[in-house]
């Protein structure tokens, strides 16, 4: 059974409802699309969050991770504390200037539930500006503006069973770690008896993040904790390459599937794969992954569709699996609201109105912008965004009037649809006027 602490934070902020069965895509500063540049979680926020409410928050801590990665660290004030409890999995939206332009992005949190203070994890990319920002200039007393934890990606407590301990399994891909981090550590603290398999795959072992808490982990719970290392260079010496990236992933597949003692039907050339001495030793000692309470997995699309289809090969619920993504993979479809024809577009002069804090903002549509959310830009920079390709969730608001087409949907559900919520950075207008609420 989950911790008293643990419970009762999850209790009061899941009171929206919302599906255990989650997909969301988070930009765990692997990869940035249109300056995304940085973990950029994908998951709507709660009904009970203090949605777009960002906070003054002072960086009380910058821990170096990797050469490339580094843990922010923040003191949270007493009288913020109940805003900013959190569930394992969530992620924070952080704001600032950066050269004159005010940049929003999210990162996932890797502390524990008991933690008196909040971190996060960011790896740094080569085009992400705000990654590139915290790693290479952040320091401890620097202000930043947060809103308040968001994200349907959570540790599930369990009802406890007598027959047998909990048991968890997280799949993770590079900065992927960073959220099942914060459930690792929340769980073998708060349930003496929940056990934790970890498949992770990294490009080598000095860029994997957390490496020595984990092994830490290890050690302090032998019994408890397992994990299982997958590399595409496993030493610093050797270059990792597509083909080398392909066999690792290949291999964390055909690993879950040998500790599901299971079907390999989802894995192409799955017989051509060999498993290493090591993960072969490693796969004995697990617990029975067919009895498995649920799965998390965040990294690339490409690896966690796979694992997904894997799991769903050998009978394990749907609702029993959770994925987050850092990556995504282009798609030709596009969730749309129900009442939008996308082939419905106006030729006469569209105009906008944006609602945001009981103020308008009105502008006459120049599709040259793309979407709507990057004109509004123009004309007050601080509206609610962040990921800006239709990941994150932040930049949710309503259509009070008229009709738009969404391009891209990774994070509303039909039941947000169906209410008429859209994302502003995948909406074009398709009616004349349109009137967009963000304080619906």
Not at 4 to 20: H, I, P, V, Y
Not at 83 to 95: A, E, I, K, V
Not at 286 to 292: E, Y
Not at 377 to 397: E, I
Request: include cysteine; proline fraction near 5%; hydrophobic fraction near 35%.
């Amino acid at each position: 059974m989950l911790s008293t602490l643990l419970q009762k934070t999850f209790l009061q902020r899941n009171k929206s409802g919302a599906s255990d069965k989650v997909v969301s895509l988070v930009q765990t500063g692997a990869i940035d699309q249109i300056d995304s540049s940085a973990q950029t979680c994908a998951s709507v926020e709660h009904a009970k969050t203090p949605s777009l409410q960002f906070h003054r928050l002072k960086v009380a801590e910058v821990s170096a991770l990797t050469e490339d990665s580094v843990m922010l660290t923040f003191d949270i004030p007493d009288q913020l504390k109940p805003d900013f409890q959190f569930t394992p999995g969530q992620y924070l939206t952080l704001r600032t200037r950066i050269e004159g332009q005010l940049v929003s992005r999210c990162y996932s949190i890797c502390s524990p539930i008991d933690d008196a203070r909040l971190s996060i994890a960011i790896r740094k990319v080569s085009s992400g500006r705000f990654s590139r920002f915290a790693v290479d200039q952040l320091a401890a007393n620097d202000e930043l503006e947060v809103m308040p934890p968001m994200g349907r990606f959570q540790l599930v407590p369990q009802t406890p069973n007598a027959e047998q301990a909990p048991c968890y399994v997280g799949v993770a891909g590079g900065s992927g770690i960073t959220p099942i981090m914060s459930m690792i550590k929340s769980l073998l603290t708060s349930n003496s008896q929940a056990k934790f398999v970890l498949f992770y795959a990294n490009r080598s072992p000095s860029s994997m993040m957390f490496k020595e808490v984990l092994e830490h982990l290890e050690t302090q719970y032998p019994d408890r904790f397992f994990m299982l290392p997958f590399y595409s260079q496993p030493t610093d010496q050797q270059e990792t390459t597509a083909a080398s990236q392909h066999a690792r992933e290949q291999a964390i597949h055909l690993a879950i599937a040998d500790g599901l003692k299971g079907k390999t039907s989802a894995l192409p050339n799955a017989e051509e794969v060999e498993l290493s001495s090591e993960i072969q030793l490693l796969l004995n000692d697990l617990p029975d992954l067919n009895r498995a309470d649920h799965w998390y997995l965040c990294g690339p699309q490409g690896m966690t569709d796979t694992v997904h289809a894997l799991l769903i090969d050998n009978d394990v619920e749907a609702t029993n699996i959770q994925r987050e993504l850092f990556t995504a993979a282009q798609t030709s479809s596009v969730d749309k609201p129900h009442n939008v024809d996308s082939s419905d577009s106006s030729t006469k002069e569209q105009q906008i109105s944006i609602i945001h804090e009981g103020k308008s903002i009105d502008f006459t549509w120049d599709d040259s912008h793309q979407v709507i959310l990057n004109q509004a830009l123009t004309q007050q920079d601080d509206l609610p965004h962040a990921c800006q390709f239709g990941a994150c969730g932040t930049c949710k608001a309503k259509v009070v009037e008229g009709e738009v087409t969404l391009l891209e949907n990774m994070a509303l559900e039909a039941d947000d649809l169906a209410k008429g919520y859209i994302l502003t950075c995948q909406a074009i207008p398709c009616s004349d006027k349109v009137v967009i609420s963000y304080d619906e």
